[in-house]
Every structure is written in structure tokens, then in C-alpha cells.
């Protein structure tokens, strides 16, 4: 995503993954796949690899903090969204 010293637009982004801007650098991230108590599918484990790095190349973040919608943090990884040669659908 883009660098630099201007934050970074974080949900076109991003399917899965909200983001709100907190106060003093705070980034909340929340996995939003609450009628699948946030299971994570090949698309999701894709987007959290990658909020990562992203999270470090936006200079306006000091910190995240990673939540989930719902009733649920996460309730796994999804059976039957990865291949079985643990390769995932393209998104």
C-alpha cells in the first residue's frame, strides 16, 4: 500500500477487515465475518498476512489492536476454504 507520511486509506483495502482511527496513533482492526463467528477464510488469512506489514508502513499508527464482530474473537480457521494442498481460492 502507499507509504509515506500521509495515512493510509485502509478499507478499499481490505473485504474483511474494518478499521477505525482511535486517538493518539490507535488503529482498531476488527475481522467482520461475525455469522461465521469470525472463522478465517482463505481471503481473511490473506488480509491479516497482509494488515501487517501495511499497519507498519502507515506512519499515523503507534499501535493496533485486532478485535472480532460479533459474539466472537475467532472461532478458527474455516473447514473447507483451503485447498488440500493448503493452497487458497484466488479472491
Known amino acids: 500500500m502507499e507509504g509515506g507520511s500521509e495515512p493510509v486509506d485502509w478499507q478499499r483495502h481490505y473485504v474483511d477487515l474494518l478499521f477505525e482511527r482511535a486517538p493518539h496513533g490507535v488503529l482498531v482492526i476488527t475481522m467482520n465475518r461475525p455469522e461465521r463467528a469470525n472463522a478465517m477464510d482463505a481471503r481473511l488469512h490473506d488480509e491479516i498476512g497482509r494488515v501487517w506489514r501495511?499497519?507498519?508502513?502507515?506512519p499515523a499508527v503507534a499501535v493496533a489492536i485486532i478485535t472480532g464482530a460479533g459474539n466472537a474473537f475467532s472461532s478458527g480457521g474455516e473447514v473447507g476454504t483451503f485447498d488440500i494442498d493448503g493452497t487458497s481460492p484466488s479472491w
Not at 54 to 58: G, I, R
Open 54 to 58: 501495511d499497519v507498519d508502513a502507515d
